[in-house]
């Protein structure tokens, strides 16, 4: 019985064909994706990082330690969360399940070889 992540591949494949897209324009757009997901990680976890430790040191007075401790963590949040979504770590909650299934991580040699 195929899954629905099987069911939504299969999908997807019908409808790149169905507008003419080649498998390398595919490629393309998913690098691009993956891209544009590792940015936004880094920026957001950085931005909630410095933002949280504004309000903290603005609430204990402790200026400026928590904005620079939790501006750290998020940095380090940031590039961890980057590595895991590069390395198809996938980390949605609640998704454990889908995650299961075996997907190689993305190595440069791996997208020289698929070409």
Do not use: C
């Amino acid at each position: 019985m195929p899954s629905d992540l099987d069911d939504l591949d299969r999908k997807l494949k019908q409808a790149s064909k169905a507008h003419g897209l080649t498998p390398e324009q595919v490629r393309n757009a998913e690098d691009m994706s993956m891209g544009m997901r590792a940015g936004t990680e880094l920026v957001g976890a950085v931005i909630a990082g410095g933002v949280i430790g504004y309000l903290i040191d603005q609430w204990l007075g402790s200026k400026p330690w928590g904005l620079i401790i939790l501006l750290l963590l998020g940095v380090i949040t940031g590039f961890v969360n980057v590595w895991r979504t590069t390395q198809n770590m996938g980390v949605q909650v609640g998704y454990s399940e889908l995650h299961k299934q075996k997907k190689p991580a993305k190595t440069p040699a791996d997208k020289g070889e698929s070409e």
